[in-house]
């Protein structure tokens, strides 16, 4: 992932979660994993207007990650908001948790739109957000569901999607 990208992807992470609106059901399906990283969209959240869809993005690393104050975090839970037929998002807010689900840092402030290159993460979750295109099929209802999917994942060394 580009650094710039993955700095502000990260970044607009921490913004995210914190104001979004309460729903019923979630329906959390992963968008992309590697042996460090998996990366959710909670599908049942995803709203569209005009060329532009907001959605919510689970982040769980196998290991803690550093915000700009060296504070580690293990999760994120982020707003993002794409342009769907500019390849660009920004961040709208993102919060991050340590392994406890203690929260971290919160960010409620829209980032800039920043381009998003094909095949990266970002890529991966514009096609998930503005057309509904996972690679994976199974449907995890809450955040812990889908943080235990991760867990367990990376706990036995499946090798990187």
């Known amino acids: 992932m580009d650094r710039r990208f993955e700095c502000?992807?990260?970044a607009a992470l921490v913004v995210a979660f914190i104001g979004g609106p309460a729903r019923a059901q979630s329906a959390w399906r992963e968008?992309?994993?590697s042996a460090e990283t998996m990366a959710f969209v909670d599908k049942a959240r995803v709203t569209h207007?005009?060329?532009t869809a907001t959605g919510w993005v689970l982040i769980n690393f196998t290991h803690?990650?550093?915000n700009n104050d060296s504070t580690p975090f293990i999760y994120s839970l982020a707003q993002l908001e794409f342009n769907c037929t500019g390849s660009r998002v920004r961040t709208l807010s993102v919060t991050t948790y340590d392994d406890t689900n203690v929260v971290v840092l919160a960010i409620d402030k829209p980032s800039i739109y920043s381009p998003i290159t094909s095949g990266t993460y970002g890529g991966h979750l514009l096609r998930a957000v503005c057309f509904n295109a996972?690679?994976?099929?199974p449907v995890y209802d809450s955040v812990a569901a889908a943080r235990n999917f991760a867990s367990s994942a990376f706990k036995s060394n499946a090798p990187p999607r």
């Open 49 to 51: 207007v005009s060329d």
């Open 31 to 33: 968008v992309l994993g």
């Open 8 to 10: 502000a992807f990260y």
């Open 64 to 66: 803690p990650h550093r």
């Open 134 to 137: 996972f690679l994976y099929t």
